[in-house]
């Protein structure tokens, strides 16, 4: 599999790579990515979304695109991938996730109060 150029992004400093694939084989994609460390995390996009489907992120540190498209290559001989292309909203949801700026966290004293380091 190929990484997408596109698929950098400046806000999270990572590429994000949108995937779909059968339920199942899910948590293996993210035992074998997690596995090799400091190349990529895996989380699920709709983790409710029900069906025999789920659809994934991939979370690529840029100096291991190269590794992680091996390590993809190679899955994918075994379980069918498809690429996502992901929509604006798809985008800027992962963002707000990752950088803690959802609505459900506003508020939450675990988000929101501040840390002071001495």
Sequence with gaps: MIIPPNSYDAALGLHAVFIEMVRPESVHLKLV?????????????????????????LLIVGDFVSVAEDVL????????????????????????????????FRGCAKYATPIEIP
Excluded: K
């Design 33 to 57: 990515l997690e596995t090799y460390e400091g190349i990529a995390v895996v989380r699920n996009v709709e983790p409710d979304s029900g069906g025999n489907q789920v659809r994934q992120v």
């Design 73 to 104: 290559g190679e899955f994918e001989i075994e379980v069918p991938l498809r690429l996502l292309e992901p929509t604006e909203a798809m985008q800027e949801d992962l963002r707000r996730q990752l950088l803690g700026e959802l609505d459900e």
